[in-house]
Structure formats: C-alpha cells, structure tokens
C-alpha cells in the first residue's frame, strides 16, 4: 500500500472532467491513502457530493459556512488535517484564484490556510490552456512552489483537439506516488534492461523465456520516482510503459546488447534485469521451415554477447547491478556470478520465485556479503533495491571508491 497513512484532501472544481475524480479518489483508498473531499459549488452540477462521500466513507465539504465543524474553521481543521492537497480537476477559474490569492469559497480559502503542499491537475478547453492569462497564473504558480500535474493532449468534451486534458486517474495516482518519493536517485541516469529475449529460428518461431518483465519493470518505475533518468532497454512484453520512463523496445539478445552498448558511456548507473538468452540460432532461416521436407530440422546454437559482464568491463563503466535466477544453491551460484561478471551488486533470485508472478522472494549479494529481502510485491522490492542502491552510491561516494 505506496499510500498507507498518507492524509490527502482531493479538492475538485466545476469541469466535465469531475466525474474521473470518483476513479482517481478510488485508485487513491486502493493504495492506502485516506482522503478527504472538498468540492467546489459549480463540481457538484458535474457529480453529486454522494458519490465521493460513498466512495471516500468520509463526509464531503462544499460549504465554507458547514454547521458540521464544531467551531466553524472548516479551511483551518481541514488543511491542516492534510499531507497534501490534491485539486482535480483543476478549472482555469481555480488556478486564476489560487495565482491571485483569493479566498471565495471553501476550497480556495483552505488552499490558501494551508501549510501542507499543494497538486494540482488542469483541466479545461485548449484555447483557455493557451490563453496568456492562464500561462501567466500557470507560472506563478509554479513560482509559488505549487505542482502542476499534466494537463495532457488530446480530445477533448467539446469535441476539439489540443492541450488541456486532465490526467488519467492512474497517471494522476502515478504523480502523486512520484511525488511523495525521497529523489534518492536525483540527477542520476538509469539504463536497465528487462523482459525476454527472442532468438529467432525462422519468421515465426524462437526461442525464448518466460520472463513478464515485471521485476524490470518495477524498477524502471522506482527509479523514476526516485528521480532519475530511466532509460529501459526491454524485450518482448505486455506491460505499458512506467511513467516517466523511456522505452527501447527489442527482440534479441543482440539488438539488446547493441541498444545498451549504444548508450552505456552516458549511464551513471546499470541494471540488467533481462532473461537474456545465453544463445542464439547461427542460421536464421528466411522462410518458415517446413514439416514435409522430412527429418528432424537441425539448430546450430552460437554463444550471446554478455550485456552485463560488457558493461561492466568499460572504462568508467557505470555503477552495475546484476540479477541471478538459479533453480538451486543461489548463494553460491550469485555470489560466482557477481565475482564472473565482475558487478558490486548482483539480486540473486530462485527461479521459481522470480519468473512471472506479482510477487518475488530476493537476496542481496555484495562486497559485504549478504543481506535477504522479505518477501513482497516486485514493486515493493524494486522500491527496496533502488533505496540500498542510492545507499551504495553514496556510500562509493564518500570512500572515493570506483
Ligand atoms: O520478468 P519477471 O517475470 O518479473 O522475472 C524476473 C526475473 C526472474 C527474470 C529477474 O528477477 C531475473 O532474475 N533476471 C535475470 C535472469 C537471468 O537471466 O539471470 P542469469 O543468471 O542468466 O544472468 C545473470 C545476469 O547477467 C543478469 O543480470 C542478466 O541480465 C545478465 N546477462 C545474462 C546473459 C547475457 N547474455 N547477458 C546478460 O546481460
């Protein structure tokens, strides 16, 4: 639960977009957070105060004047009650008042009362995100130390096209988690890999693995909320891009290690979290192979370039974190393998924990022996692994060690 004991006020504000606050206020609870609702009086032409009261099991606050405060300082107790404060939609009206310091309703009379940060996610036509007016009230703001998350483009309710649309809910969820993140990694370059290989034998078969690329994935997505530059060079999966990640896809061991080799010299740190095939097929046949030329077809096997053990043999290569999946006696075979390929890091992980699955079971190996996870969610150890990591980095740091 990334959320848990997080108190967060969601404000929203009259705008077509108010009916994706249920999902997000939803997507919110689900990650642990216990949220408060405020609307503005215009939200509630857009969707009843009932739907959040019923999705939040809180009671919802319109009104600056609501008897239900004992002591009739609803802006005061509620912001002060808050982590945060999240308003989306975000209208162009609220931005122009929350920039001008207005206080002429309850939502924007607690924004202002608040000692807590302030999130929030724009909402409205392209023209009224493109007016002069809204640019000016969107760089105070920035100014005042408020973020702005989004708007994205796209279509939107009044049937034009362009820049102004709120954030999904799963993008504004995905901020938000973003946001509440220590940056242990800030000013860093990620480059990792993930997923499979494919090693082809003909236009439509191979040879491959079952990696899901989910642990990868995980990562990528810690250590962009981390804040650093994630680079992920990933094969073959069905998994949707982390946010603020980007994404080389690739289909073989070689395009893998070309992609990484391309881009390792600019790398401050590596991951390798790919299932990389060890061999590929010496002769890739052009046409699909057939069953009635008779026999059994022969594939030549040829060795893979090692991705990791390459990097890592750079001049100034960057810091390296590799993974082991064994099937038995992982502490010896990672800890062979760390000294083989010649990392400071290496995830050992059993097979059968590791392949496929949401969850992992995982040991760390490195120079000072080594230290197992309990077990938990992938994106629970990714979040684990990058904060041992910036520890590492820093730690390299200051002993002035390479
Ligand atoms: O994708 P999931 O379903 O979430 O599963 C996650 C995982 C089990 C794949 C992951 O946790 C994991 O263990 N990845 C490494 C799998 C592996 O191939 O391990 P290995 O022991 O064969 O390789 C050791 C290291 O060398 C790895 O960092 C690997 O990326 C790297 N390698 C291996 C071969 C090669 N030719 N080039 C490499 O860079």
Not at 2 to 7: I, P
Request: charged residues 20%; glycine residues 8%; neutral net charge.
């Amino acid at each position: 639960m990334e959320l848990q004991g997080k108190r967060i006020l969601l404000g929203i504000t009259g705008g077509v977009a108010a009916y994706k606050a249920a999902s997000l206020l939803r997507l919110m609870t689900g990650a642990g957070a216990q949220v408060q609702v405020v609307m503005t009086g215009p939200a509630t032409r857009f969707v009843t105060p009932v739907t959040f009261q019923a999705l939040s099991g809180r009671p919802v606050y319109v009104d600056q004047w609501d008897p239900r405060m004992p002591n009739n300082m609803a802006h005061i107790d509620l912001s002060r009650e808050a982590d945060a404060i999240l308003v989306a939609p975000a209208s162009a009206n609220f931005l122009a008042r929350v920039a001008q310091g207005l206080a002429d309703d309850l939502l924007t009379t607690l924004v202002l009362a608040r000692d807590c940060p302030l999130l929030v996610a724009p909402a409205m036509n392209r023209q009224m995100w493109e007016n002069p007016a809204t640019r000016r009230n969107v760089a105070s703001l920035r100014q005042d130390g408020i973020e702005i998350f989004g708007p994205a483009a796209g279509v939107q309710a009044c049937g034009e096209a362009g820049e102004g649309r709120m954030l999904e809910p799963g993008e504004l969820l995905e901020s938000l988690l973003a946001f509440f993140t220590p940056k242990l990694l800030a000013g860093r370059r990620v480059l990792m890999t993930a997923g499979p290989t494919f090693e082809a034998i003909d236009p439509v078969r191979g040879i491959t693995n079952l990696s899901s690329g989910r642990m990868g994935y995980a990562i990528a997505q810690a250590a962009a909320r981390a804040g650093s530059q994630v680079t992920l060079v990933s094969g073959p999966v069905s998994l949707p891009v982390p946010q603020g990640v980007e994404r080389i896809p690739v289909l073989s061991a070689l395009e893998m290690h070309a992609a990484v080799m391309e881009r390792a010299a600019r790398a401050d740190v590596f991951i390798g979290v790919a299932a990389v095939a060890d061999y590929r097929v010496a002769a890739v046949a052009h046409q699909k192979l057939k069953k009635e030329l008779g026999g059994l077809p022969e594939i030549r096997l040829l060795a893979n370039p090692d991705i990791l053990a390459d990097v890592a043999a750079l001049p100034g290569a960057p810091f390296c974190v590799g993974f082991a999946a064994e099937s038995e006696n992982l502490e010896e075979y990672a800890q062979r393998k760390r000294q083989r390929k010649n990392v400071p890091l290496i995830v050992g992980n059993l097979i059968q924990d590791g392949f496929g699955g949401e969850d992992n079971r995982v040991i760390l190996f490195d120079d000072q022996g080594s230290h197992p996870l309990p077990p938990a969610s992938k994106a629970e150890l990714a979040r684990q692994l990058i904060e041992y990591l910036a520890r590492l980095l820093e730690k390299r740091e200051c002993t002035g060690s390479t």
